[in-house]
């Protein structure tokens, strides 16, 4: 591991069975089973011990403890700490011990990507390259629509197939929760297939796969020169697709090239009718409103947000909506407008980190790296960009149970071969993480 061998020598990760040290009872075979049984059901299933935590369960910081310790029961952090106030002999607490150094974080949350699709789009980094622009490739057909000819062609087994390397990479690097959206399909049979294929994604990772509906974020070939029958369309295919479990929010792209505040307004009255929460791709090439329109439907986050004016920020901060920063497609399309982050702190509106993983503008396959973007393309400190791609991309998700360490919350947490939690956003590629954990269970 090159990162590694530059950063400090780190210890190997020793595991002990601590099973076979319960103390022997002088007693009968049949009370020694009973006590065993017994102490079996009190330890903690797992225990890691040695490493510093960034537990980010503070208003501000890290809140950092050195030489810590973390347990786990049953899928749920049942002890956060330091090491010396352990309350016993480690030995005696835990199943499985794991004693190492390094850095242990909260699971990194995916907060938004497009991570299930076919194909790719390199052709068109090329053309962009040569200095043609996303909307110029967009409007002769090609961008999200050349994808969706892809995914249209695909069989749900193949769609899976080409997915599952890349939910694999943000797995390696960290990613415990992940959000996908469709919005390749463009059709109900071709949106389901996605939805479907991202809920066997996560089964198959063992990971939360949380899916979005992006029915409109491009008007498909049939509908051309119809959006608004379209969007009836798409409005119509909602409650079937919800019905078999494959939603869990709403989501359109309000832009020029994309739909109109008010069609995205009937996406989302529909979605408001199931209950359904919605976010919004909103504002990253042109001002159309959309962080203010996301706000009003209570939405869990306005994402992108590059050209969001004060007023759009006052409208999330009053709704409690997150700010999603992707850097990845700002990279990516090489932007040069800055999302309004001074505004966004003046404010305290919680800002999100996410890799956008798509085909067209951002086939980014590390949030840390996306971490890394953000603080170099948008400065945000690494500590601003470690709480986004945790505490507050579980917010962007509407999950108050996991993305800080605490006693209670989910087991997910990723323990690091580095010792700065800065140096999460430091260090561009390599593979930091050693164990990536969801639900207590080692997924990577
Ligand atoms: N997210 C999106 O949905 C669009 N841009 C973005 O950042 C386009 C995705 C694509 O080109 O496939
Ligand atoms: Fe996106």
Excluded at 412 to 440: I, K, T
């Amino acid at each position: 591991m090159e990162v590694a061998e530059a950063a400090e020598p780190m210890p190997a990760l020793a595991t002990a069975d601590a099973t076979a040290r319960v103390p022997a009872i002088a007693a009968t075979a049949v009370a020694v089973a009973v006590m065993e049984a017994a102490v079996a059901t009190e330890r903690w299933d797992g225990l890691l011990q040695g490493a510093t935590l960034a537990t980010l369960d503070a208003a501000n910081g890290y809140g950092q403890i050195e030489n810590g310790a973390l347990a786990w029961k049953d899928g749920v952090l049942a002890y956060v700490g330091a090491r010396a106030d352990l309350p016993g002999d480690a030995d005696t607490l835990a199943n499985e011990l794991f004693e190492c150094a390094g850095l242990v974080t909260p699971g990194l949350v995916d907060c938004h990507t497009h991570a299930v699709f076919a194909g790719n789009r390199a052709h068109e980094f090329e053309m962009r390259l040569q200095g043609a622009t996303y909307e110029d490739i967009a409007r002769a057909g090609g961008g999200i629509l050349s994808t969706v000819r892809a995914v249209r062609g695909a069989s749900e087994a193949d769609l899976f197939d080409a997915s599952a390397p890349r939910v694999a990479a943000l797995l390696r690097d960290g990613v415990t929760t992940l959000e996908i959206k469709s919005g390749y399909g463009l059709d109900f049979d071709n949106e389901r297939k996605m939805l479907r294929v991202a809920r066997q994604l996560g089964k198959h990772f063992g990971i939360d796969v949380r899916t979005t509906y992006l029915a409109a974020h491009a008007l498909p070939p049939e509908f051309s020169g119809d959006a608004d029958g379209y969007i009836d369309a798409a409005i119509g295919w909602l409650p079937r697709l919800h019905a078999e479990g494959l939603v869990d929010a709403v989501d359109a792209f309000c832009e020029g090239i994309g739909f109109s505040p008010a069609q995205t307004r009937r996406m989302f009255n529909a979605a408001r009718a199931l209950g359904l929460p919605v976010k919004l791709h909103a504002d990253q090439l042109s001002d159309l409103g959309g962080a203010a329109l996301a706000s009003g439907y209570g939405g869990l986050s306005a994402d992108h947000i590059e050209h969001t004016s004060e007023a759009g920020v006052m409208a999330m901060r009053d709704a409690g909506t997150v700010a999603v920063l992707l850097p990845g497609a700002f990279h990516v399309l090489r932007e040069t407008r800055l999302p309004p982050l001074d505004l966004l702190r003046a404010h305290a509106v919680p800002m999100a980190v996410a890799s956008d993983c798509n085909p067209g503008t951002s086939p980014l396959l590390s949030l840390r790296h996306a971490m890394q973007l953000a603080c170099t393309h948008f400065r945000l400190t690494p500590e601003e960009a470690l709480r986004g791609a945790t505490t507050h991309g579980a917010r962007a998700l509407g999950l108050q149970d996991r993305g800080v360490l605490r006693v209670g919350l989910r087991a997910d947490f990723v323990h690091w071969r580095v010792r700065q939690p800065a140096e999460l956003c430091y260090w561009l590629g390599g593979g930091l993480a050693d164990g990536v954990y969801a639900g207590g269970v080692q997924r990577a």
